[in-house]
């Protein structure tokens, strides 16, 4: 995990500051913490509930303003992911998800 030196604020006046590790999306912690999830999900737990869905995807329609995605971790606590699109005005990059039978 890459922790950057300055926490920034997740959204406007009155948000929670972020208080955990900022996840940086091509590091190998990543990647071994989404295979797990996807195996939890292919042995037939459910993950999500449809109020976290809906978090992300309007998180996904306001990307270019956040400066970081909040997510709810398997064990209830949140992660942070770097958003690479902050601050970019037409951004090549589309931030998506791949849905399934929730």
Not at 2 to 19: D, I, M, R
Not at 61 to 77: E, M, P, Q, Y
């Amino acid at each position: 995990m890459v922790a950057s030196n300055k926490v920034p604020e997740l959204t406007g006046p009155g948000s929670p500051q972020l208080s955990d590790v900022v996840l940086d999306y091509g590091c190998s912690e990543w990647r071994t913490s989404s295979q797990r999830a996807a195996d939890l999900y292919n042995s037939g737990i459910k993950l999500w509930e449809k109020q976290g869905l809906r978090d992300v995807e309007n998180q996904l329609a306001h990307s270019t303003c956040l400066k970081v995605f909040t997510v709810c971790r398997i064990d209830g606590s949140l992660a942070y992911i770097k958003n690479p699109n902050f601050g970019i005005t037409n951004p090549i990059w589309v931030p998506y998800v791949e849905f399934r039978d929730y």
